[in-house]
């Protein structure tokens, strides 16, 4: 959040112009944020201009309705950075499934945020985790 410097969400690094992230996270938001990546613990402060970038464009989901919450279909959002960014050891675009692969119910898979660790507090560190996969009709 470029006025008040907080964290708000977590994105997830798809090329050198483009980000993956929950489109809640930036209804109402869509030119006020940077975004700073290759952070591990939101407390220290790793900010660095070259790792901090302004957000040019957000395309949120046309299905995605942010009056209704507990709906979170379709909750997703591409950002768009103002400039390349720069890949480091720590700053590297995920990789994206082939279109054909298959995800079998309780697949194993890794996720990673800063989510909340208990009912009152946020994890200042970011966490990862293995968990597996469930069919949407049994979420």
């Not at 901090?52 to 709906?71: G, L, M």
């Not at 898979?109 to 009709?137: C, D, F, M």
């Amino acid at each position: 959040n470029l006025r008040f410097s907080t964290h708000i969400c977590g994105a997830s690094l798809v090329s050198d112009r483009y980000l993956l992230t929950a489109a809640h996270c930036v209804t109402g938001h869509r030119r006020s944020f940077s975004i700073s990546l290759g952070r591990e613990d939101l407390k220290e402060n790793q900010r660095s201009v070259r790792n901090e970038y302004a957000i040019q464009d957000v395309y949120i989901h046309p299905a995605f309705r942010s009056t209704t919450p507990k709906n979170r279909y379709n909750d997703i959002a591409i950002l768009k950075t103002d400039r390349k960014v720069q890949y480091n050891d720590k700053i590297w675009p995920f990789c994206l499934p082939d279109r054909n692969q298959v995800y079998n119910d309780f697949m194993s898979v890794y996720i990673a945020g800063w989510g909340k660790v208990n009912q009152a507090h946020k994890s200042p560190t970011l966490q990862v985790a293995r968990v597996n996969l469930v069919e949407n009709s049994r979420c």
